[in-house]
Each structure stands twice: as structure tokens, then as C-alpha cells.
């Protein structure tokens, strides 16, 4: 049976959440949930999440003046007469817990087929790249921007509607463990892992340790479920050599279930392949360059085609994929200027890429001015990965190096040490800076590749570059 908001009440939802009803009538509808009392909407009920910086305990009060129909606790809490109000009260001895569960049970209250990405490099797009796949056949719920973690994505389940009969859903990850319950929560009957590289290393210590925990999703799934992986990640596929889920693989290599071939880059205006797999061949062209984005194709192909989709709608899905703001996007400037927009994140193996796409850009004859920022959470590798980063850049060719952050003194002297004038190897006090030395030094074709973490906010950058913010 299909439940939707507005006609389950508060009695619903206590047994999926192990929770004892303090006050209040249990026949009082829900039309929703949240955890933001800022935005709350009449009905809906207020679950308490707690955190570092705030506790949703703090702002009860404010979630009834706006109607909430009820809030979710953790026991313990000082009622100081909040179960006289009227209003219903559920306690719980995990609030965090209790929404990755109630998302499960709602999960499973819809005939929906779910599809869970996860990976160190690539997730977003191939998520996006899926939904406008998904969505030429069928109404498809897909993973808001990039709430991902075990907030976000409980929530997305929960937005889950009747209508909705396919979803694409995007797993995120700091510590291990989290995959594992994400994977618990999503219950997927497709999981793919995009790839392992070297992110989030100061909770994970290593490489090995980011596969492990990547790996938790051949842990989690059920047995009915299928695995995708990328064939061509060598670390990845050892690590699930050892689990025996049925899994199928992706890539270039001939041995992959679905693997591309006849590669054609076209710099700026995309890239083409032949999408083969069991013995059918699938032309596609993508509006977005760069060789990371056949890996993206091809996972987001290989999901829609477990989940029915035709060869028509693949090559339709993927063709009106027009990428995915702040990642390696491509926005014109004046004077025929090429902006490279790659600043929603970094980390050593998204860089690689992003240098190895602007190769055959700048084997045209056109010069590319560099913006980077800090790569973080890379732990102990954190020096090193800077210094090769700096000398990543020499390979383009570049006459201008701009950076920012703690360690951009160790990309400079990455790129220095590989033949860049130091003249030409600058770091900024602000992003500010970084925009109007750009705009001084740019000239007529020229390329511009800004690429950081998403906290050090090159994006900023990129807004002044096309006239945005002042």
C-alpha cells in the first residue's frame, strides 16, 4: 500500500521509529516532516536533530508557532511543559536515527525502484545524468543538489510520492560506517560505486581505507540487488573480489559488461562513444566534455539500463545532459574567453581529470590561466598532494598560476620546480584579487580553469569573472 502525507497521523509513525507517544492524539495527521524550523510548513512534524553548532531542541518553540503538528525528541529532554500543550510529542533515543529510519519505512510504502551512487569522484553527474535518463520514461525523485549524507538523503526518501516509480539517489560520505547505513536506509536494488580515489582522508586515514568504506555498499545491499562498479578502478574492483553480490562492471576495458568504445573528444562541445553491452551498440553524444564524463555516461547508462529504460531513451537521456553548475562546466565570457567552472570541489583524482580534459583544448593553440584552491580533508597526504598539484599545472602549458589557501605555497613551488616562472606563480589575499588579476592578464581565446574544495569558494571567483556580485 502507497501512503502519502496528509493521510497517516501520528500513530503511523511511531513504530517505525521505536517511539513512545508522550502527549497528544495519535489520529493527528502528519503532512510532513522536517528539521528546519525556519521553513516548516503547517502539519508537518518537527523532528529535533542535534549538531556541533545547534540543537533543533532549541527551536521546538518556534516550529509549533508555525503550525508543526507535532515534534519527534530524543529522550531525556526537558519537556518544561511542552506535553501540555496539546500538541503531539514522540520521544526517541536517537533523533538522527529515527529519521534515517522513518525514511526506510516510507521507502518501503512505495512501489518505487532505487538506484544509490556513491564514489569519491563523479556522483552528482552521474546522478544527474540518470535522472534525465529515468525521467523520458517514467516520474523519477532524484537526489536534491547534493543532500547526500545521513540527513539529506533520508529526507529526499521522505519526498518521495505516489506518482514517483523510479528514484536516483546520491550516497556521501566522511567516516566509515556511513555508507553502510546509508545503504541501510536506501535499501537500493541498484548500488553503484563511481570510483576510489583520495578524498576525505583525515577520516579515513587512506586509500584503502576510502575503498573499504565505499565498499560497505557490497556489505549493506541486499541480496537481491545488483552492484555496479567502474571495472577500469583497479583498487575497487580487489576490494570486491571478495563479496559475491551480483555485480556487473563498467568502463573502457573489454572486459567490462558495459564498456565504451570509439572514444571522439571534441573539446569544448562534448564528447562521443560507442556504448556496448550484450551485444547491442548504443551511439552517444554528450554536450559536455572531458574523458571523466564517459565514465559518468556509461555508470548513469548502465543504471537506467537495469532499470528498463530503452536504447532511445539512453541516447535522448544523456544527449540533453548539459552538466552540472561548478563542475567542469563551461561558461562563455567576452571576447571569446572560455570559463572551466570546477569549483564545487577537489581532490587529487577530480584535478587529474580536470587537467587531462583541458589538454585538447590547449593543443589548439589557446592558453589557460589557472585559479586553484586548497584540495581538503587529505590528511597527512595534504603536502605532498599540493606539490604535485603545482606541477600537474606545468603540463598545460600555463602563463599564469593563481592561488589561494593554506597550502597554496606548496603548489607554487610544485610549479616552480617544474619550470613555471616564478613571476608568473602568484597567491592571492582573496578571492577578490583572484578575479581582477585574471580579468588583467586574459585575452581574447583564452581558457580559464578554476578548481578548488568547495569551502575555499573559488565559485565566488567565478561569479566575478562573468559579472555577477558586484
Not at 289 to 316: E, F, H, K, R
Not at 449 to 459: M, Q, R, T, Y
Request: proline share 3%.
Amino acid at each position: 500500500m502507497t501512503v502519502k502525507w496528509g493521510d497517516i497521523g501520528i500513530g503511523d509513525v511511531i513504530f517505525p521509529i521505536q517511539g513512545k507517544l508522550i502527549s497528544g492524539d495519535p489520529e493527528t495527521l502528519i503532512f510532513g516532516i522536517s528539521t528546519d524550523s525556519r521553513d516548516i510548513s503547517p502539519g508537518e512534524i518537527f523532528l529535533a536533530l542535534g549538531g556541533k553548532n545547534y540543537d533543533g531542541h532549541n527551536f521546538i518553540d518556534l516550529a509549533l508557532e508555525k503550525g508543526a503538528s507535532g515534534v519527534i525528541i530524543e529522550q531525556g529532554f526537558p519537556l518544561k511543559g511542552l506535553e501540555e500543550t496539546g500538541h503531539a510529542v514522540i520521544a526517541v533515543a536517537d533523533t538522527l536515527k529515527a529519521l534515517g529510519d522513518l525514511a526506510h519505512w516510507w521507502r518501503h510504502q512505495h512501489d518505487v525502484q532505487v538506484a544509490a551512487i556513491t564514489g569519491s569522484v563523479g556522483k552528482t553527474t552521474t546522478k544527474e545524468m540518470t535522472a534525465c535518463i529515468l525521467e523520458l520514461g517514467t516520474r523519477t525523485l532524484k537526489t536534491r543538489g547534493n543532500l547526500n549524507n545521513l540527513i539529506g538523503l533520508p529526507l529526499t526518501i521522505l519526498g518521495m510520492k505516489q506518482e514517483d516509480s523510479r528514484a536516483v539517489l546520491e550516497m556521501g560520505m566522511n567516516l566509515s560506517g556511513e555508507i553502510s547505513r546509508l545503504t541501510e536506509i536506501a535499501d537500493p536494488d541498484i548500488g553503484l560505486i563511481t570510483n576510489v580515489a583520495k578524498a576525505h582522508l583525515e577520516g579515513l586515514s587512506n586509500i584503502m581505507g576510502v575503498a573499504l568504506a565505499k565498499a560497505e555498499l557490497l556489505e549493506r545491499i541486499s541480496p537481491e540487488g545488483r552492484v555496479l562498479l567502474n571495472g577500469d578502478d583497479e583498487l575497487l574492483m580487489k576490494v570486491a573480489a571478495g563479496f559475491k553480490q551480483n555485480i556487473l562492471t563498467y568502463g573502457i576495458g573489454q572486459e567490462n559488461d558495459f564498456r565504451a568504445e570509439n572514444v571522439q573528444n571534441m573539446g569544448p562541445e562534448g564528447i562521443s562513444f560507442e556504448l556496448h553491452y550484450q551485444g547491442n551498440c548504443i551511439l552517444i553524444r554528450l554536450n559536455v566534455p572531458g574523458p571523466q564524463n564517459v565514465y559518468n555516461g556509461l555508470a548513469a547508462a548502465a543504471i537506467a539500463i537495469c532499470m528498463g529504460s530503452t536504447p532511445d531513451q539512453i541516447a535522448q537521456g544523456l544527449g540533453r545532459f548539459n552538466g552540472v553548475k561548478g563542475r567542469f562546466m563551461l561558461i562563455d565570457l567576452p571576447a571569446g574567453v572560455t570559463l572551466l567552472d570546477d569549483t564545487y570541489n577537489s581532490n587529487p583524482s577530480s584535478l587529474r581529470a580536470a587537467i587531462d580534459s583541458v589538454k585538447e583544448m590547449t593543443a589548439q593553440g589557446r592558453d589557460i590561466i589557472i585559479g586553484l584552491g586548497d584540495m581538503l580533508e587529505l590528511g597527512d597526504e595534504a603536502v605532498s598532494a599540493h606539490l604535485k598539484a603545482g606541477s600537474w599545472v606545468t603540463e598545460l602549458g600555463t602563463p599564469y598560476l593563481l592561488t589561494i589557501g593554506n597550502h597554496a605555497p606548496e603548489i607554487i613551488a610544485g610549479a616552480i620546480d617544474k619550470g613555471l616562472p616564478r613571476e608568473r606563480a602568484v597567491i592571492v589575499k582573496n578571492k577578490k584579487e583572484m578575479a581582477e588579476m585574471i580579468q588583467d592578464v586574459m585575452k581574447e581565446g583564452d581558457l580559464i580553469l578554476l578548481k578548488g574544495s568547495h569551502l575555499i569558494g573559488l565559485n565566488e571567483v567565478s561569479s566575478l569573472l562573468q559579472g555577477k556580485n558586484g
